[in-house]
């Protein structure tokens, strides 16, 4: 059933296709260029960010209108952050950061709209901002660091014999950051969405069952509702632990040792 | 590429539709446990036996729109069909974004702010060489207030002083004047004095001779006058 089921919120439609780059005449092989809902809504996310943060910034008031200061406390915001965990020189990657955590925050909440598609269910966009954040980390890190930069997988102050237990971990740890970092995301916006989806499908089926049944829907619509007020703050939070923690690893980068 | 999947998915589908055919269709054909083309008796949902020709029917029904939906059968997230469109759009929207804001709307919002501080300093920094000036002004206008009085004091003794010398001085004119006066009284007391002193020789001449020549006779004025003189030496 297409309209309880929570699955298929998740699913990727074709909008409008813009032919096939380099494929057989059967259509398989060769890249196949869609444009789909999950493309839309990310166009959206942009247009929105962009929009806003140009249109509002227009004026370049100096006493800010209220649009203004929105940007403000947004660049604000993301700036502090940045400077907080990785320092001035961490600011040289401050339009990337702040680019990751509006879009983030901005698909995450689109996301919120009923019918709209969650850019950030989908594991393939997590991790690969995920990676994008790592090979940055590793590129920066190696670029600025040399092989100093493998300091970072040896805690200093820490005596020969135990080394040999804390390196591996080290990188170990450092290897799961992207899996940890993209799942945490996926997973979050994923189990949330379904979550509010059973809760609210539960209401309708209930619902359809009579009196007696629309009574019995008032619980789950309760919690339809609460889980709605959740699942803003979790989109508000997980853009901003992913931001938080890009800033960590950067700050990594620029500092390998501890 | 599914293709034929993604395009037989509306975005948005009915809330609930409990009879949609596709859905029934698709639980009949996940829990058949029928292989198709099998001749089974099997009981409906009544209790009735159907005839199994026409439920491999129904069922190959099913298997065809489940296969319409594509790998509907994979979760959504995990189909890798898909990957290839989303990373593309990723990069492309993600790219845009990140231009749009380092490019455009960044330096624009960091220029704002940094306008705003430096105004905000140069603000402070202009109230503060007014207060200064302020200071300044204060600090002369006392001086000047002060030197003032100081000159004020000045004119005033000046003043004082030489009304003073104007008063000694006319003081000592007329004290001189009184004294001239008072010196040129006495001398007229004294000269009208031995004039008075004079004429008392006469007057007392004269008595005497009124007087002896009543009582002894004649006697000569001048006479008398030398006994008055020999009176009035003893």
């Not at chain 1, 799961?176 to 379904?194: D, E, M, T, Y």
């Not at chain 2, 919002?109 to 501080?117: D, K, M, S, T, W």
């Not at chain 2, 009208?192 to 020549?213: C, G, P, Q, R």
């Given at each position: 059933?297409?309209?309880?089921?929570?699955?298929?919120?998740?699913?990727?439609?074709?909008?409008?296709?813009?032919?096939s780059?380099?494929?057989?005449?059967?259509?398989?092989?060769?890249?196949?260029?869609?444009?789909?809902?999950?493309?839309?809504?990310?166009v959206?996310?942009?247009?929105?960010?962009?929009?806003?943060?140009?249109l509002?910034?227009?004026?370049?008031?100096?006493?800010?209108?209220?649009?203004?200061?929105?940007?403000?406390?947004?660049?604000?915001?993301?700036?502090?952050?940045?400077?907080?965990?990785?320092?001035?020189?961490?600011?040289?990657?401050?339009?990337?950061?702040?680019?990751?955590?509006?879009?983030?925050?901005?698909?995450?909440?689109?996301?919120?709209?009923?019918?709209?598609?969650?850019?950030?269910?989908?594991?393939?966009?997590?991790?690969?901002?995920?990676?994008?954040?790592?090979?940055?980390?590793i590129?920066?890190?190696?670029?600025?660091?040399?092989?100093?930069?493998?300091?970072?997988?040896?805690?200093?102050?820490?005596?020969?014999?135990?080394?040999?237990?804390?390196?591996?971990?080290?990188?170990?740890?450092?290897l799961?950051?992207?899996?940890?970092?993209?799942?945490?995301?996926?997973?979050?916006?994923?189990?949330?969405?379904?979550?509010?989806?059973?809760?609210?499908?539960?209401v309708?089926?209930?619902?359809?069952?009579?009196?007696?049944?629309?009574?019995?829907a008032?619980?789950?619509l309760?919690?339809?509702?609460?889980?709605?007020?959740?699942?803003?703050?979790?989109?508000?939070?997980?853009?901003?632990?992913?931001?938080?923690?890009?800033?960590?690893?950067?700050?990594?980068?620029?500092?390998?040792?501890? | 590429?599914?293709?034929?999947?993604?395009?037989?998915?509306?975005?948005?589908?009915?809330?609930?539709?409990?009879?949609?055919?596709?859905?029934?269709?698709?639980?009949?054909?996940?829990?058949?446990?029928?292989?198709?083309?099998?001749?089974?008796?099997?009981?409906?949902?009544?209790?009735?036996?159907?005839?199994?020709?026409?439920?491999?029917?129904?069922?190959?029904?099913?298997?065809?729109?489940a296969?319409?939906h594509?790998?509907?059968?994979?979760?959504?997230?995990?189909?890798?069909?898909?990957?290839?469109?989303?990373?593309?759009?990723?990069?492309?929207?993600?790219?845009?974004?990140?231009?749009?804001?380092?490019?455009?709307?960044?330096?624009r919002?960091?220029?704002?702010?940094?306008?705003?501080?430096d105004?905000?300093?140069g603000?402070?920094?202009?109230?503060?060489?007014?207060?200064?000036?302020?200071?300044?002004?204060?600090?002369?206008y006392?001086?000047?207030?002060?030197?003032?009085?100081?000159?004020?004091?000045?004119?005033?003794?000046?003043?004082?002083?030489?009304?003073?010398?104007?008063?000694?001085?006319?003081?000592?004119?007329?004290?001189?004047?009184?004294?001239?006066q008072?010196?040129?009284?006495?001398?007229?007391?004294?000269?009208?004095?031995?004039?008075?002193?004079?004429?008392?020789?006469?007057?007392?001449?004269?008595?005497?001779?009124?007087?002896?020549?009543?009582?002894?006779?004649?006697?000569?004025?001048?006479?008398a006058?030398?006994?008055?003189?020999?009176?009035?030496?003893?």
């Open positions: 059933m297409a309209g309880t089921d929570p699955i298929h919120q998740f699913r990727i439609t074709e909008l409008f296709s813009f032919g780059v380099g494929s057989e005449g059967d259509g398989t092989g060769g890249f196949h260029l869609v444009f789909t809902n999950s493309a839309l809504f990310m959206l996310t942009v247009v929105l960010i962009a929009g806003y943060l140009i509002s910034t227009r004026g370049r008031g100096l006493v800010p209108s209220r649009l203004q200061l929105v940007s403000e406390m947004a660049y604000e915001f993301v700036a502090n952050m940045v400077r907080n965990s990785a320092g001035t020189e961490g600011m040289r990657f401050f339009p990337f950061v702040f680019t990751l955590f509006t879009f983030v925050l901005m698909a995450n909440m689109f996301g919120m709209f009923p019918y709209f598609f969650a850019v950030t269910s989908h594991l393939i966009i997590t991790a690969a901002l995920a990676l994008l954040v790592m090979a940055i980390v590129t920066y890190g190696i670029y600025r660091n040399g092989l100093g930069f493998l300091k970072l997988f040896v805690p200093s102050g820490i005596p020969g014999p135990v080394l040999l237990l804390v390196v591996p971990i080290e990188i170990l740890s450092f799961s950051r992207p899996v940890s970092l993209s799942l945490r995301l996926f997973g979050n916006i994923l189990a949330g969405h379904i979550v509010l989806k059973v809760f609210a499908g539960f309708v089926s209930l619902t359809g069952l009579g009196l007696i049944g629309t009574l019995g008032i619980l789950p309760g919690m339809t509702i609460a889980l709605t007020g959740l699942e803003f703050l979790v989109a508000a939070l997980q853009a901003f632990v992913f931001t938080i923690l890009t800033c960590v690893y950067i700050n990594d980068a620029i500092h390998p040792g501890h | 590429m599914a293709r034929t999947p993604l395009a037989n998915t509306p975005l948005a589908s009915p809330l609930l539709d409990p009879l949609a055919p596709h859905g029934i269709l698709i639980a009949q054909a996940e829990t058949g446990t029928a292989p198709a083309g099998e001749h089974v008796v099997t009981v409906d949902a009544q209790g009735n036996p159907v005839e199994a020709t026409q439920l491999t029917n129904e069922m190959d029904q099913a298997i065809g729109v296969e319409t594509g790998e509907s059968g994979t979760f959504p997230p995990f189909d890798s069909s898909t990957y290839g469109a989303q990373l593309f759009w990723l990069a492309v929207t993600f790219g845009l974004l990140y231009i749009l804001m380092s490019r455009i709307a960044l330096p919002i960091g220029e704002i702010l940094e306008v705003r501080r105004r905000i300093e603000d402070l920094a202009e109230a503060e060489r007014l207060k200064q000036m302020t200071d300044q002004a204060i600090a002369t006392e001086e000047e207030l002060a030197e003032a009085r100081a000159k004020a004091h000045a004119i005033a003794d000046e003043t004082r002083s030489k009304i003073k010398a104007d008063m000694d001085e006319k003081r000592r004119k007329v004290e001189a004047d009184l004294s001239r008072v010196a040129e009284a006495e001398e007229r007391i004294t000269a009208t004095k031995s004039e008075a002193l004079a004429n008392v020789d006469k007057i007392a001449a004269e008595t005497a001779v009124a007087l002896v020549s009543k009582l002894s006779g004649k006697v000569t004025l001048r006479d006058k030398t006994a008055v003189r020999s009176v009035l030496k003893e």
